[in-house]
């Protein structure tokens, strides 16, 4: 079935194909329509969720958790301020091994105050211990949405999952969306079963201490599930594709990187617009190609060492800044190719900042300067010294 | 039927951690499980009980239990309580054991959202009267004239100058179906309010005041005794809000005298005679509403 919707109505969409049992969120734009969709789900009896009203964002990981450790299937959302005010929760769900999923509408941080869509938020939150997914259209955030429960919950993976959004361009524009089969959905998604939770029948401590001499072996468990994931992403794409029909790439998306002698690296909504620009590049004569980040964890190492190995130079935009280096998406990228020994000049272009426009212009710019060597870090557009 | 010696459940759901001795919050959780037996579901923030109980792999509880965020034990509760009741489990009981510090301070917003909810939780607040498991800094639980680590008693001031947050009110004012105030030192009376607790539904706070000798300055083997005399000299009282109504269960008529149960305390051996005036004044000035509105 086909439907005009934005992308946090085709997530919420998703979200009630994959029913979680325990909802818990809290309001913050450009989320809020999610809950709102879902809570009328849940009152029109279309979900069978309990949809509970926390009163922070805190409360909503710390309850989805709770539910998690119940044993049962979980989902919240947040933006921004509430994604940072829920932040001692995310390393908290990873470590307990509970595979809450999230959708998370990209959007800056303050101050200075701020609705608008960049990626600072969840890239400040990279190395909590959760898989995070960033989409590219409202199709695709549909499908992440009943995607991500595959992958969290299958027994090698049970890792939490954060599927993003772009603020606004995604949550809040409209597009044709097709809405999978439900039975179809229940045939992809099997119901959650784990032993990572309560059971009265042999009773379990959970989420507890452990001293130096065994913490180390948890995290390292934790590590080694992120590497599982890449196969089990794998495995739910073929999956989804076979009985949707839609492909998905993996970890990262390429478009023309092939003989491309200059690649953009990018995340979420963003290679929309650089595809466009590669094609009018091509049409000039100037091999142009893009690599899209799906997934910033685990990370599409061989991915892109092996995009850009043959490129004359390549270049990150990112809606991101680690203020006194790079970007956080450039110094993912540059330490892929050092593992690969790839000596692809790199330059990273940070730009969208608080929902600054990325004009054509700006990604023809990013082609342009890279081809002539740019300083390593660039900010678009800027405008003052 | 009462809890007596003789049909109080035999097994332990809280044994073989690391307490000190003479811990008067491990007793209140031991007893209160008990009471709630082996389909019990417990939440623990950050603090003492979840650092000497949680030690993988010496892991302490007989039922089934979590370390919550330190401000997370209504919320985890609530979703405890809520993902146990969509596997289809009944007679379960969500249990959750906050110290004052994750009751009183940073938990104070999730459980009044849990409250508000109406969610079909127990909580429980061990309260010792400091941030104990951080090494004794001051709560909003922590008495007026308490020497803590954070609250030193010297020339300028004499220990804490604020007097305890009233959280059993505070609970109260929710109008939640049942809140209740108790201490380790009459502990049939705190085992009989976790029962009736138990049998309520919705949402239940009950404030047990546990004594840490650590903290507190006392003997190990006077954990009990002061945990009664609190009560006999009237700076703390055992009564329920149920109904919208509040009721004191016990008037000791005659107080015993608090400088007694004060001085025995090293965090109040600093304290002066005015000290102690104006703790017996506040302590008049609340007995006076308690005798005059409480049932
Ligand atoms: C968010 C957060 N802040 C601070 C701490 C440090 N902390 C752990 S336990 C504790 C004190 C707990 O006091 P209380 O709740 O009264 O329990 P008690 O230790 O006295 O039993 C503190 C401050 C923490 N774990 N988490
Ligand atoms: S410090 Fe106090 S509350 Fe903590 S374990 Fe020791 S006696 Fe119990
Ligand atoms: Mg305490």
Redesign the interface.
Known sequence: MKRFLSGDEAFAEGIRLACP??I?AYPITPQTVVVERLSEMVEDGSLDS?F?????E???L???????????R?FTATSSQGLLYMA??LP?AAGGRFPVVMMNANRATALPWNIYGDQRDSLALLDTGWIQEYAADAQEALDMAVMSYYIAEHRDVSTPFMVNLDGFVLTHTYENVDIPDRERVREFLPPYETEN????EH?????????PE?NFIFKYKEHRAFERAIHVIKEAERRFGELFGRKYTGLAEEYLTEDADYVIITLGTAAGLCRTIADELRREGVKAGVLRIRYMRPFPNEEIARALKNAKAAAVLEKDISFGNAGTVYVNVAAALQWAGVSTPLYDFVGGLGGKDITHADIRNIYESMGKGAPRVTFMGIGVE | MAITAKNLDKNEYFYGHKACAGCGGSLAVRAALKVLG??S?A?LPAGCM??V?????Q???????????F??T??????????????G?KD?HAVGFAGDGGTADIGI??L??AI??GDDIIYICYDNEAYMNTGIQKSGLTPFGARTTTTPAGKNIRGNIRPKKNMFEIAAAHDIPYAATATIGYINDFMEKVDKASRIKGTKYIHVIAPCPTGWGIPVDATVEAAREIVDCGLWYLAEYENGEFKINRDPGEFTDPAEYLKKQGRFKHLTDEDVDVIIKSRDKKWEKIRREWK
């Open positions: 049992d325990v818990s309990e509970i009203h926390v009163e922070s805190h409360s909503a710390s309850c989805a958790i709770g539910a998690s450790a119940a044993g049962v979980t001692e929760g908290y939770c309560f059971d009265f009773p379990k401590n959970i989420g507890f201490s452990a001293g065994t | 082996e389909k579901a939440v979840s650092a109980g949680f030690n993988f792999p892991l302490c509880f007989g039922n089934n239990a979590i370390i919550s965020m401000a997370g209504a919320s985890m509760l609530t979703g405890v309580e809520a993902g146990l009741r969509r596997r489990i379960f917003q999730a009044s959202g508000d909810r």
